[in-house]
């Protein structure tokens, strides 16, 4: 089964490389995919984003790199052929934010939507945080 782990990944941070080995574990092919978000200001060229994915994803022998950056999530999904994605949730606030997204992508295309919850030592970190850190 093909699962596709979708996000901005802007920068690539500890708790998405995590997800990503973990849901190497689960599914036989893994696509961790840099997406467009119009709710967010890219700071990373995606070029830069795929390069970290790349690197995330080096031992990872069912992980594969792409980027979609027009158009639905469901659209890229209907096209790779891909049923299953992925969203790593760190707290309640996170989950209420995929639902309607996982409801949608459903009913559009009957995607469905694994959660998994992030490892507590790494929950606290965003992207946002990486990078005001750096």
Same mark, same amino acid.
């Given at each position: 089964m093909r699962a596709l782990f979708p996000g901005s990944f802007d920068p690539v941070a500890q708790? +998405?490389?995590?997800?990503?080995?973990r849901?190497? #574990?689960l599914f036989d092919e893994v696509v961790v995919c840099v997406?467009?978000?119009a709710n967010k200001t890219?700071?990373?060229p995606v070029t830069d984003r795929l390069d970290q #994915? =790349?690197?995330?994803a080096t031992e990872l022998g069912n992980v594969t790199v792409g980027s979609h950056t027009g158009g639905l999530l469901v659209d890229y999904c209907s096209r790779a052929g891909i049923d299953v994605v992925i969203r790593g *949730? =760190?707290? *309640?606030p996170d989950l209420e934010y995929e639902m309607p997204m996982a409801r949608m992508n459903h009913e559009l295309a009957g995607v469905e939507t694994v959660f998994i919850a992030a490892d507590p030592a790494?929950? +606290?970190?965003?992207?946002?945080l *990486?990078?005001?850190m750096s």
């Open positions: 708790g +998405h490389q995590d997800i990503l080995r849901a190497a #574990l997406m467009f978000n890219g700071r990373f #994915l =790349r690197a995330a *949730v =760190r707290d *309640v790494l929950a +606290h970190i965003s992207s946002t *990486v990078t005001a």
